[in-house]
């Protein structure tokens, strides 16, 4: 491990490398029942057989229908297995040099950056690069175990400004694991910007522009396989007259595309969402959001390819709705009411309510 720090801050970065061996099982898994809306998957009987197969559970668009989780479940057979973490944290803050900067000292001070980078490799015995090197994720098959790579970059503007910023922003995330039944793949890229604008003491405005590519792929389920470009934007007016009160009223549209297989799976979306909050300071808060999303599919509804695409969504009027209630009884008792309600195309609505107390020690 390695701690730098250059002038109070200028330049800050946190680096470890790890390297280590030892005796792995090799891994399966399955997905066990959960108390409703506690989990992470949901089951989607894509062939309407009735029975649970391993293809057919998916990550829950919606926190109501997690009702499952996924577990590693290992097995009798140990392999000798090499390992390799790699994490780094690098920043760089131009206003920690100067104090009362103008001109073009403030200029750069408005600037700031962060990049981070994790990479964590399990594989058999091969050459050095393959056992030592945290960088070469690009590993054959035959000696895999699990590989995993999260790489981001942040370029802000004004990031500590309480009036205007804009944030360039870079994400990278990759996972390859070795199970008993072949190789699973998960990938997911994007990059954009966003701007914030308080244009007035009461008003201000929130917008977002974003492109990227995930992907899914399986060595026993091939007809599972998909790559959808996607490309989105929103942006979102707020009026906050009070620190009790706040409304919001926003504006989103996507689109995205399958670029595997011959249907070409082509989705467009746009949405409109109001939000409401409002809170009694220490006390209490309240906080509603309704959201109406129009949804245009040339594909198949119930597959894995139309899931992923319009997240939980419908072909055709889906509407969703939120409600949140919390309210401190004591100086250690929370409690939370939440409401959720959801109709997405022709499936019918679907209401789900919790309540939750939390104690604090």
């Given at each position: 491990t390695?701690?730098?720090?250059?002038?109070?801050?200028?330049?800050?970065?946190?680096?470890?490398l790890?390297?280590?061996?030892?005796q792995?099982?090799?891994?399966?898994?399955?997905?066990?029942?959960?108390?409703?809306g506690?989990?992470?998957?949901t089951?989607?009987d894509?062939?309407?057989?009735?029975?649970?197969?391993?293809?057919?559970?998916?990550?829950?668009?919606?926190?109501?229908d997690?009702d499952?989780?996924?577990?590693?479940?290992?097995?009798?057979?140990?392999v000798?297995?090499?390992t390799?973490?790699f994490?780094?944290?690098?920043?760089?803050?131009?206003?920690?040099?100067?104090?009362?900067?103008?001109?073009?000292?403030?200029?750069?001070?408005?600037?700031?950056?962060?990049a981070?980078?994790?990479?964590?490799?399990?594989?058999?015995q091969?050459?050095?690069?393959?056992?030592?090197?945290?960088?070469?994720?690009?590993?054959?098959d035959?000696?895999?175990?699990?590989?995993?790579?999260?790489?981001?970059?942040?370029l802000?503007?004004?990031?500590?400004?309480?009036?205007?910023?804009?944030?360039?922003?870079?994400q990278?995330?990759?996972g390859?694991?070795?199970?008993?039944?072949?190789?699973?793949?998960?990938?997911?890229e994007?990059?954009?910007?966003?701007?914030?604008?308080?244009?007035?003491?009461k008003f201000?405005?929130?917008?977002k522009?974003?492109?990227?590519t995930?992907?899914?792929?399986?060595?026993?389920?091939?007809?599972?396989?998909?790559?959808?470009?996607?490309?989105?934007?929103?942006?979102?007016?707020?009026?906050?007259?009070?620190?009790?009160?706040?409304?919001?009223?926003?504006?989103?549209?996507g689109?995205?595309?399958?670029?595997?297989?011959d249907?070409?799976e082509?989705?467009?979306?746009?949405?409109?969402?109001?939000?409401?909050?409002?809170?009694?300071?220490?006390?209490?808060?309240?906080?509603?959001?309704?959201?109406?999303?129009?949804?245009?599919?040339?594909?198949?509804?119930?597959?894995p390819?139309?899931?992923?695409?319009?997240?939980?969504l419908q072909?055709?009027?889906?509407?969703?709705?939120n409600?949140?209630?919390?309210r401190?009884?004591?100086s250690?008792?929370?409690?939370?009411l939440?409401?959720?309600?959801?109709?997405?195309g022709?499936?019918?609505?679907?209401?789900?309510?919790?309540?939750?107390?939390?104690?604090?020690?």
């Open positions: 390695y701690d730098l720090n250059v002038k109070k801050g200028f330049i800050t970065s946190n680096t470890l790890e390297f280590g061996s030892g792995e099982p090799k891994l399966e898994y399955a997905f066990a029942k959960v108390p409703d506690t989990g992470t998957h089951w989607i894509y062939n309407e057989d009735g029975i649970q197969q391993i293809n057919e559970f998916e990550i829950a668009a919606f926190q109501s997690a499952y989780i996924k577990i590693f479940l290992p097995t009798n057979e140990y000798k297995a090499y390799s973490q994490n780094e944290s690098f920043g760089i803050t131009p206003a920690r040099l100067w104090k009362n900067a103008k001109g073009f000292r403030a200029a750069v001070s408005r600037f700031s950056a962060l981070t980078i994790q990479t964590n490799k399990k594989t058999f091969g050459d050095f690069e393959t056992q030592f090197n945290p960088f070469f994720l690009n590993v054959d035959s000696l895999l175990l699990a590989t995993a790579s999260i790489i981001s970059g942040y802000y503007y004004n990031k500590t400004s309480s009036k205007f910023g804009v944030d360039l922003f870079y990278n995330n990759r390859k694991n070795l199970l008993t039944n072949g190789v699973e793949i998960r990938t997911a994007s990059y954009g910007t966003r701007l914030r604008w308080n244009f007035t003491r201000s405005l929130n917008a522009g974003t492109m990227g995930s992907g899914y792929a399986a060595a026993y389920y091939p007809q599972n396989d998909y790559s959808i470009d996607a490309f989105g934007a929103e942006s979102q007016l707020i009026f906050q007259p009070s620190n009790t009160f706040r409304i919001a009223a926003g504006y989103g549209y689109n995205g595309e399958n670029t595997i297989g249907v070409g082509k989705s467009t979306s746009n949405k409109v969402t109001t939000e409401l909050k409002y809170n009694v300071i220490t006390k209490s808060e309240l906080s509603v959001t309704a959201s109406y999303i129009r949804v245009q599919y040339n594909g198949a509804a119930n597959t390819v139309a899931y992923a695409m319009l997240q939980g072909k055709g009027s889906n509407l969703l709705m409600v949140s209630f919390e401190k009884l004591s250690f008792l929370e409690m939370t939440s409401y959720e309600g959801r109709k997405t022709l499936a019918k609505f679907i209401n789900t309510g919790q309540a939750q107390i939390r104690a604090l020690f």
